[in-house]
């Protein structure tokens, strides 16, 4: 009989949703995870693909080599380095984030996340225009009406519809599904459709025609019946969801990337948020971006108490800057101006538009991850790490700003994400000989 | 035959799974390479499922496996593939001063691979 032992209580940080009811079985003899109980269908997949596997610690250049090793390499690199940038975090914990951003302070970087190619013009949106929201326990324990809106939870967030929305039961909503009304927006019609009770959709590229007659319905303005010619939805269709919006006691819009990587970006996610914001002169709305990655949340909040600002933050001055579109890690790749990259549990070379690809190619890349990737594989310095939540602890933040500590159940020989960047931050500063001078100093100083 | 179609790249549950296992496994590569389409469309241009379908935009060029979606679930000109290294194939760099790239946005040729 196999030696198990069982962590209750753990918690899934393959998504945003950071399921911390997990019950782990794992199995002492193959050090894998046999078990996890309370998991939906990608929880599953991410416990029992994240055993311990036979890698190299490091590989420079292609041959293996010590972590110590490869933290050095990696320091020079960044050392020498005149624009380096950071890009990644999101799959790693608080810990380890904060060092990031201490190792772009140090070399005078620009440090971005996940979130720039994620719900980034989300955040930009924020800055412009706010954003009512609540926590997930409060979605669960009082919405009736429930508008889930450019995205497929279904399939991305399963147990956003079973944990905390479409069949929770609440305290004001005791009866689960029977006592919430559910919404869903999109252009094609995805799994989510089949718990919804309403479905619009919405023509390609369309969102802010929609979000913006919504607007004007809500505050009583007329809109033309050409709105359906434009936006393929009818205005009696409209019409009827201004006022369910309007009438119900606490409304949510859960919005995904439907809104933020089509045509309009952030001000797609800006009218979606102002919507919200205005029918609070009627109830209670609020409204909450739907996070992919287990802890792009923790990125967000992590680089915004270290820097004031949540992704694309430069530091070349000795102070931060935030520009998406200059400092963001797209554009800072595709326009070639990079001259080194540290990369954090992200596959930008899978996931990236091509001209940023062919960048990564030319410039010398660090990487951190558990597994073998296609940016691992570009990399000059390729650094394995042990997965967090499943064999490091520390923070992470659930998608609606909860933070939650991880309780990892499979002992890993790979050091932490967080360790790896400390022994970098601490080797860089030693080779710099503390902050790197700020590039307007050196100007000066020059002259 | 070649036609203009908007491409969405998207999640979907095969490939949350199939990515936890690695992205160099086989069943990651087949859910990444596959191109969903409505079945009308692919009837005007000759396709059954599994064919082989060449996609091209302003960026670049791609040869996917296409499979057959009804026309009530994904409407006619519309395309999905699940986000991977073919879909980013077909991304512009430009992300119009917001740091966001378009792949749910993005206009392509569409022509059956002969």
């Known amino acids: ?447 | 035959m070649s036609e203009t179609m908007i491409l969405i790249g998207g999640r979907s549950s095969a490939q949350g799974t199939s990515v936890c296992a690695g992205k160099f496994g086989t069943e990651y590569v087949n859910v990444s390479s596959t191109l969903e389409m409505n079945v009308e469309d692919m009837a005007r241009l000759g396709l059954k499922d599994n064919d082989p379908v060449r996609v091209r935009s302003a960026t670049g060029e791609i040869v996917a496996r296409c499979k057959g979606r009804a026309a009530k679930d994904l409407p006619s000109g519309v395309l999905f593939i699940a986000y991977g290294p073919l879909s980013s194939v077909l991304m512009d760099g430009d992300t119009a001063g917001s740091g966001m790239p378009l792949s749910k946005s993005i206009d392509v040729q569409i022509e059956p691979v002969r």
Not at chain 1, 23 to 43: P, Q, R, S, W
Not at chain 1, 92 to 117: F, K, L, Y
Not at chain 1, 215 to 239: H, M, N, S
Not at chain 1, 262 to 270: A, I, L, P, Y
Request: hydrophobic letters at 40%; one cysteine or more; charged letters at 20%.
């Open chain 1, 1 to 447: 009989m196999a030696n198990t032992h069982v962590i209750r209580d753990a918690t899934c940080t393959f998504c945003g949703c950071v399921c911390d009811d997990m019950h782990l079985t794992v199995d002492d003899d193959t050090h894998k995870i046999v078990k996890a109980e309370n998991a939906c269908v990608l929880g599953r997949a991410w416990f029992k693909e994240h055993g311990i596997e036979q890698r190299p610690f490091a590989l420079i250049e292609g041959r293996e080599a010590s972590t110590e090793q490869a933290i050095d390499a990696a320091a020079r690199i960044l050392a020498d380095a005149r624009f380096p940038i950071i890009y990644g975090l999101s799959d790693t914990t608080c810990e380890a984030q904060r060092q990031a951003v201490a190792i772009a302070d140090i070399i005078g970087g620009s440090v971005d996340t996940t979130t720039s190619v994620c719900h980034g013009p989300s955040g930009i949106a924020f800055q412009d225009v706010g954003e009512a929201t609540a926590t997930l326990g409060e979605i669960r324990n009082r919405a009736d009406l429930l508008i889930f809106w450019g995205g497929n939870p279904a399939e991305s967030h399963p147990r956003l519809f079973t944990r905390y929305t479409v069949t929770a039961k609440g305290m004001y909503v005791p009866n689960g599904r029977k006592d919430r009304t559910v919404v869903l927006v999109d252009v094609r019609r995805t799994p989510s459709a089949a718990v919804a009770d309403i479905f619009l959709q919405v023509k390609p590229r369309r969102d802010f025609e929609v979000l913006w007659a919504l607007r004007a319905l809500v505050k009583g303005r007329p809109v033309d019946p050409t709105i359906e010619q434009v936006t393929g939805v009818p205005l009696a269709t409209l019409e009827d969801l201004a006022k369910r919006m309007k009438s119900c006691r606490f409304g949510v819009l859960l919005f995904g990337m439907g809104l933020t990587m089509t045509r309009g970006r952030h001000f797609n996610s800006g009218a979606l948020l102002a919507l919200a914001s205005d029918l609070n002169e009627y109830t209670h709305f609020v409204a909450k971006p739907v996070r992919g990655h287990g802890n792009v949340t923790g990125a967000d909040n992590v680089v915004s108490w270290q820097t004031g600002f949540p992704f694309g933050v430069n530091l070349s001055r000795g102070y931060p800057r935030f520009n998406p579109g200059e400092f963001t890690t797209v554009d800072v790749l595709s326009r070639g101006e990079a001259d080194a990259a540290l990369i954090i549990a992200a596959d930008p070379a899978s996931n990236f538009p091509q001209p940023a690809i062919e960048h990564l190619r030319r410039i010398p890349v660090i990487v951190l991850d558990p597994k073998s990737t296609h940016t691992s594989q570009l990399a000059k310095v390729a650094i394995t790490t042990a997965s967090y939540g499943i064999s490091v602890g520390g923070t992470v933040y659930r998608m609606d700003d909860v933070p939650l500590t991880l309780r990892p159940a499979l002992p890993s020989p790979y050091p932490s994400d967080e360790s790896v960047l400390t022994g970098i931050k601490d080797r860089v500063r030693e080779l710099i000989g503390g902050n790197r001078m700020p590039a307007m100093d050196r100007i000066g100083a020059a002259a």
